[in-house]
Structure formats: C-alpha cells, structure tokens
C-alpha cells in the first residue's frame, strides 16, 4: 500500500501533518559525540530548574536522566550520521516550548536555543505461528509519563543515552543506537535479542514533545505467547499493558478505533504498512 492510502486506511489523516520525515532510505546509524557540552544562561538554567522542580512535585519518579541532544545529521548513500552531545532530559523538558514547529535541518547547530534528544521507536514483530502466520505487532498504553500520557504506543522505544549506550572499541567509546534498542527490550519486553532491524526514517514531532525519533521496525525471536509470559513478570512503570496485535493492516485498523496515539506512533505504523519506504 502507498503512504496515503495507509493513512486513509487506518484514520491516521489527522496525524500525518503533525509529522516531519527528516530523512529515509538510511541501513545504519552512526553517533558521533560532540565535545562541546550544551550551555544556558544563568536565567535559563534557573527556570530549568524551576521547571522541572514543579514537575517532580506532580511525578515524584521520574528521573533526570542523561540524553543526546541532536547538533546536526548528515546522510551519505545509506548511511545516516548523527552529531549529539550529552545533556539532561530537564533541559529538554523546560524547553519544550522553544522547540520549532518545523526542524531545519540545515541549521548548525540543531539545538542552538533548546535540548532536542535523539529516541527510538520500532514497531516489533513477533515470531510467526499459526494463526498469526505474519506474526504480531506489540502495542502498549501509556502510563503517567512526561509526554502522551494515557496515549497508545509501539515498543519498544526509548532515549538514546550517551552514558549507557556504546560499547568499547581500541580508540574508546563507540556510540551505538543498537545498544539502546536492546537496552530498550530488556527493560519493557524483558527480553534481550532480536534477529533483524530495519530502520523505516528519522521523523520529527511537530507537537508534544518536539524531538526527532529513529523508527524502525524489529524482528523479535519470541512468538506473541512467549514475549506474554515473559512480560508478566516485568514492572515497567510507563505502561499500563500490553497488547499484541496481528501483523495485519485489517486487524490494526481495528484494534486502533477509538484509541488516541502518541505522533511518532502514528508515523510508525505509516512507515511499516508503507511499501514504498
């Protein structure tokens, strides 16, 4: 199916404009640390602080956790690079409402005025088996988050975390969105192997939370039974339950009448179902 007819079939009309697809057609990632740290003012880093004081008051257990904030991306043949440098998710929470609306992506750098983290988001397919021969893909609705609480998403997904997530090669530190993707699976779906990755597009949330998210789409070694009772043991906070979902456009387009998703969900599922990505 093409793009539009995707979104005409399963009713996402009203999310494709809340999206920008910055790039496509990229096989593999590359993070590159810039070591010049984000600076504020001392006006802004007092309303940050401000800001995220009052929002520990409404959600006691969130953390501030380190993130990569996006200076510039580049795209050579299928390779897609990505500059960041290290700051707080704070930061990107106090300036949500800097962030533009449209992401220039020429402009350097990226994050002049505002905290722009790079995240991650599949669509994760399940092991075939009779009688879902395409396997399921597994939805999630979210709990009292920062963003889209209450809202339906994919997982798994999450923050590239430049503290966490690369492993150590002969000249040191080598960034690598891989090891968020399987940092991501341990900690939502408990499982820690996937068979293939194929990453879908770099697209950009023109509302909420404004940030650029990686989706792709990820095979899973684990039928939907399995991954059901391997996550009853899990305790990820974020969600309230989970679900699994024939990988079928028709049985999507049911499974979502009357549910609200988060932006970057909706143009997963538009860049899973399509063919021409």
Partial sequence: ???????????????????????????????????EARSFSPEDSERIKTSWREHLERNPK??????????????????????????????????????????DVKSRPLDREF???????????????????????????????AFDAGDWTLLPGGYFDPKKDYFLGEDGRVYSIFVTILRELFEELRVSRFESVNFLGL??????????????????PFTAEELKEITRTGEEEEVEQIFFVENDIFAVRTFLQGKSLAIHDAWKLLLFFDKDT
């Fill in 1 to 35: 199916m093409t793009r539009q007819s995707v979104i005409e079939f399963l009713g996402l009309k009203d999310y494709f404009p809340l999206g920008q697809l910055l790039c496509t057609g990229f096989e593999n990632i590359g993070l590159i640390k810039e070591e």
């Fill in 62 to 103: 969130d953390y501030d956790g380190c993130v990569g904030s996006v200076v510039s991306l580049s795209q050579f043949g299928g390779r897609l690079t990505i500059k960041f440098r290290e700051a707080k998710f704070s930061e990107f929470y106090a300036t949500q409402t800097r962030r533009p609306e449209v992401l």
């Fill in 115 to 145: 905290c722009l983290p790079l995240s991650f988001g599949a669509v994760a397919v399940t092991k075939p088996v009779p009688p879902y021969s395409k396997g399921c893909l597994v939805f999630a609705k979210r709990g009292e988050t």
């Fill in 203 to 220: 697209v950009y949330s023109k509302r909420g939370s404004r940030q650029p998210l990686l989706a792709a789409s990820l095979q899973l």
